[in-house]
């Protein structure tokens, strides 16, 4: 059973801190990775993908890959009371089929 | 631009009713999916459309059938709903599919009493 795990939270930081976001992978295969935002509510919007290893840089979002070590993780630089929400890791292996973590779910207290 | 439309927003079932979800997407994307999402559980994918024509099983099928009407709609059906399948579904699409990133609709709500 191909497997992505995530710490569910809640995570708390204050406002313009450094939120960091981890995500595990059980199958070494896998190609893609992912983050998902998902408001209560909402459904998820992609905010981060990443294909090969090390950091990819987007705005205030930074994704970090680690194959060696299976782990990818998010880095939410000056973080906003609006950057509250369920993040989701997804991991795709090359097929169709993308596997989600159960997300973290991440507050920022303004 | 709509994006992945999905309807109903909102439904409720009793156990043994039957429904189709209905999905569409505008973005002439080949290829569809449906998740279903329960607390605590990731999305965990139900059936997918590669492409026009073919579909497949996901991780979770059993008690589901799907239909890819054309290019741009993919329905869900539930042929006797159970309490089990009380959940949130959501449809996504995909440009091409493989390594691809998911559009998703709004979701619906569905209660199996």
């Known amino acids: 059973q191909k497997e992505v795990e995530q710490n569910s939270g809640p995570l708390s930081v204050p406002e313009g801190a450094i939120a960091s976001l981890n995500c595990t992978y059980s199958?070494?295969?896998?190609?893609?990775f992912f983050w998902y935002r998902q408001y209560s509510g909402k459904s998820p919007e992609l905010i981060m993908f990443i294909y090969s290893n090390g950091d990819k840089e987007d705005g205030r979002f930074t994704a970090q890959l680690n194959k060696a070590s299976q782990y990818v993780s998010l880095l939410i630089r000056d973080s906003q009371p609006s950057d509250s929400a369920t993040y989701l890791c997804?991991?795709?292996?090359?097929?169709?089929?993308?596997?989600f973590g159960a997300g973290t779910r991440l507050f920022v207290k303004a | 631009n709509a994006g992945v439309t999905q309807t109903p927003k909102f439904q409720v079932l009793k156990t043994g009713q039957s429904m189709t979800l209905q999905c569409a997407q505008d973005m002439n994307h080949n290829s569809m999916y449906w998740y279903r999402q329960d607390p605590g559980m990731g999305l965990r994918l139900i059936y997918y459309s590669a492409s026009e024509g073919t579909t497949d099983k996901g991780e979770v099928p059993n008690g589901y059938n799907v239909s890819r009407l054309n290019k741009r709609e993919f329905s869900l059906r539930l042929e006797s709903a159970a309490p089990s399948q009380t959940s949130v579904y959501f449809c996504a699409s995909s440009e091409t599919g493989r390594n691809e990133k998911l559009f998703f609709g709004s979701g619906t709500q569905l209660s199996v009493l």
């Open positions: 199958d070494r295969g896998s190609q893609s």
């Open positions: 997804a991991v795709n292996t090359g097929g169709f089929k993308t596997i």
